[in-house]
């Protein structure tokens, strides 16, 4: 079947260390994004990418990080410097990037810091 | 700068009863789209509908409806009949011109009570 999967579905990490959450479709899709959601509020942009081995910053980028190395797959790595990580992570993917292109989401990755 | 405002927070209201979420957005562009997704208590964001800017006409799909009015910057999306099952959290989204990604509201809760 086609989709974005996204694992693990919960994730628990000490305070201090960084944590890799990963992104995968199979759409076929050029573009791929990542957002926060935290309780009570909608999603927040964090990196979106276009292409291969581009992407860009959306809003609240500090404190984390992206590669896409390869169409498929835009793993988010949440760094010690992220200073309030613990919400709820959602993958998205667009054919192409822009006004015209549907986004479609993953089941998401709820990342709680002890 | 673009901005999505969902002035409910939370709508509670009885099964059959019909109920409107209401959805104001702010944006520059004069080519965008407005979504419309729903979040299930499992997390994941389910696509409902997609308008652009330059289509006014009003949309029903079953139980569901979309009023988009441009003169007042909203689109505003009623279910008839509610049922149970609607329960979720909603939200509305606005994509622009550009490569950035969606623009979310902070969502309204619904509850539908037998």
């Known amino acids: 079947d086609g989709g974005i999967t996204q694992s693990p579905k919960y994730l628990f990490r000490k305070e201090g260390q960084n944590v890799t959450l990963s992104c995968e479709q199979n759409?076929?899709?050029?573009?791929m994004y990542w957002y926060r959601q935290d309780p009570g509020q909608g999603l927040r942009l964090i990196y979106y990418s276009q292409i291969v081995n581009d992407f860009q910053k959306g809003d609240i980028a500090e404190g984390y990080s992206v590669s896409r190395e390869k169409k498929e797959s835009f793993p988010l790595t949440v760094t010690s410097a992220q200073k309030n990580p613990t919400a709820f992570y959602l993958c998205?993917?667009?054919?192409?990037?822009?006004?015209?292109?549907?986004?479609?989401f993953g089941p998401g990755t709820r990342l709680t810091v002890l | 700068a673009q901005k999505v405002t969902q002035a409910q927070t939370e709508i509670s209201v009885v099964e059959k009863e019909d109920v409107t979420l209401d959805c104001v957005y702010e944006?520059?562009?004069?080519?965008?789209?407005l979504f419309w997704y729903k979040q299930p208590p499992s997390g994941e964001l389910v696509f409902l509908i997609r308008r652009n800017s330059f289509d006014e006409q009003n949309e029903i799909s079953g139980r569901y409806s979309w009023n988009f009015q441009k003169s007042t910057s909203s689109f505003n999306f009623t279910i008839t009949a509610s049922q149970v099952v609607d329960s979720a959290v909603y939200f509305c989204?606005?994509?622009?011109?550009?490569?950035?990604?969606?623009?979310f509201g902070k969502g309204t809760h619904l509850i539908i009570q037998p």
């Open positions: 944006t520059r562009d004069t080519t965008y789209y």
């Open positions: 998205a993917s667009s054919i192409v990037a822009g006004v015209y292109a549907e986004q479609f």
């Open positions: 989204a606005l994509l622009g011109g550009g490569a950035d990604g969606l623009t």
């Open positions: 759409l076929n899709h050029d573009a």
